[in-house]
């Protein structure tokens, strides 16, 4: 079955830990979700262009491939990193909440005003001064660009003859 095509297909995901158990205040716990992150982004299951990782939360920006649902792109990242908990850690801790929370990103406004919220999520939090400092998050780390249908329209007053 293929779902809507990509670009109308971003989406603004959080997810929390069980019982908002602080688990990536651990360095380890936290490197282990952000290549598990990666690794599936890598994989091409979806575009990752904004994430922040929280001591109890996270939050995405995220487009999932045109093969895969949404609830399957956070089940790779929800579902994999419990699994390498388990398996690497050999540790039986609940990590998740059932479910997430999900926004449909609707155009540029929307998707910058999210963005901000990502970046300044740590700030807001004070873990960090500036949103530059926080290791856990896409300010830290190259991620995918913007969709092309999400860049900004040039006003029509730009595209009058000079």
Known sequence: MRLAPQEIRTFFVTAVTWQRRPIFHAEPIAQLFLDTLFRHRDQAKFLLHEFVLMPDHFHLLITPAPEV????????????????????????????????????????????????????????????????EYLYSSAAFTVDPEPPWLKPHLEKADLSPA
């Not at 990590?95 to 740590?122: A, C, K, M």
């Open 69 to 132: 649902s949404l609830e399957k792109a956070v089940q790779f990242i929800k579902g994999g990193f419990s699994f390498r908990v388990k398996r690497e850690m050999h540790s039986n801790l609940q990590v998740w909440q059932t479910g997430f929370t999900e926004h449909r990103v609707r155009d540029w406004s929307d998707f910058e005003l999210h963005r901000r919220y990502i970046r300044e999520n740590p700030v807001r939090a004070r873990l960090v001064d500036g949103a530059a």
